[in-house]
């Protein structure tokens, strides 16, 4: 695809970037998009290095305004080889144009063009746009929870000092994959009923702040259960830092908990639930789980 732009919905052009300056402008997007995680930007030489040496940094163009990137490279785990990719980014104004999808559309056409089939990432379980996108829209599964995957990435001491991050592997040929990247978004109502008769792995209440909490960690009864996170958590992380570390917490016992117990995430969806926005994932047994251990819980 090198040299040859392919015109995606809303106009962007998304191709392989190629020359000195287009790695800088990517260095650009990566830290306006990356906010308080700026350790976690590739700098524009070792964009170069990833895109001479068997990896790929795509970009999506409005114009010739670089609106967003993707920045991958060849993993090996003894017996697999496949992409990871390090970052998928857009420009907070560009965010609301579906540019993710497209970005990680492209990165897929692009490993499979160069003989793998799977792109593996890990993203902070407690962000909604990461979760949405990586589950619900492109149908990469979970696998492992990482608890405090970087260590400590700033040292401000308003940031959140632990960066869990939730692994997910995405198999590129399974038909799951292509069947979600060629439908539309399923209705609000048929969400709300795959969400509704799970057990809550957390249980939630709205704070004194208007802000939603976690009060509980609670084990599951054996059947399908949801996984609460805060619709918005960096509001929760500028507004009650102390809740955010809570809400942090809270997921990781859960996910520890649950993946124990063999169960796997399905979807993940947001929902208007009493005029309220929120967010869950949605977990169930996975085949061949063992017994599972019943009801008691512990406070988040």
């Known amino acids: 695809m090198a040299g040859q732009p392919k015109l995606h919905a809303g106009g962007f052009r998304l191709r392989r970037l190629e020359k000195p300056e287009e790695f800088r402008n990517a ?5 306006q998009a990356l906010g308080e995680d700026q350790a976690l930007a590739v700098p524009a030489p070792l964009l170069r290095t990833f895109r001479d040496n068997g990896g790929l940094v795509l970009g999506a163009f409005a114009d010739i305004y670089l609106a967003g990137v993707a920045v ?18 857009v420009r907070p104004e560009y965010q609301a144009h579906r540019l993710g999808v497209q970005l990680k559309s492209c990165q897929r056409d692009e490993v499979l063009g160069l003989g793998l089939s799977e792109i593996r990432w890990a993203f902070d ?4 746009r990461a979760a949405r996108l990586a589950i619900h829209r492109l149908g990469a599964r979970p696998d492992r929870y990482l ?3 970087y260590g400590r990435l ?5 940031a959140d000092p632990e960066t869990d991050r939730l692994h997910v592997r995405w198999e590129l040929t399974d038909p799951e994959v292509e069947r979600r990247l060629s439908l539309p978004a399923p209705p609000a109502e048929e969400a709300l ?3 509704q008769g799970r057990s809550a792995l957390v249980e939630t209440e709205a704070g004194d702040s208007g802000l939603r909490l976690p009060q509980a960690v609670v084990e599951p009864d054996g ?3 949801q996984l609460e996170i ?3 958590i960096t509001s929760v992380r500028q507004h009650e830092p102390s809740s955010a570390r809570r809400w942090r917490h809270a997921l990781r016992d859960a996910f520890r908990l649950v993946f124990d117990l063999g169960y796997v995430v399905e979807d993940f969806v947001v929902l208007s639930v009493e005029h309220e926005r929120r967010s869950f994932y949605l977990l169930a047994r996975g085949e061949g789980a063992g017994p599972s251990a019943v009801g008691s819980s512990s406070r988040a």
């Open 27 to 31: 260095e650009e997007v990566e830290r």
């Open 72 to 89: 991958s490279s060849i993993g090996w785990d003894g017996s697999t080889l496949y992409h990871y990719s390090h970052l998928t980014v």
């Open 125 to 128: 379980p407690l962000s909604r």
């Open 147 to 149: 608890a405090n995957y």
């Open 154 to 158: 700033s040292e401000d001491p308003s």
């Open 193 to 195: 009923r795959s969400w």
């Open 223 to 225: 059947g399908p259960a």
């Open 230 to 232: 805060p619709f918005d």
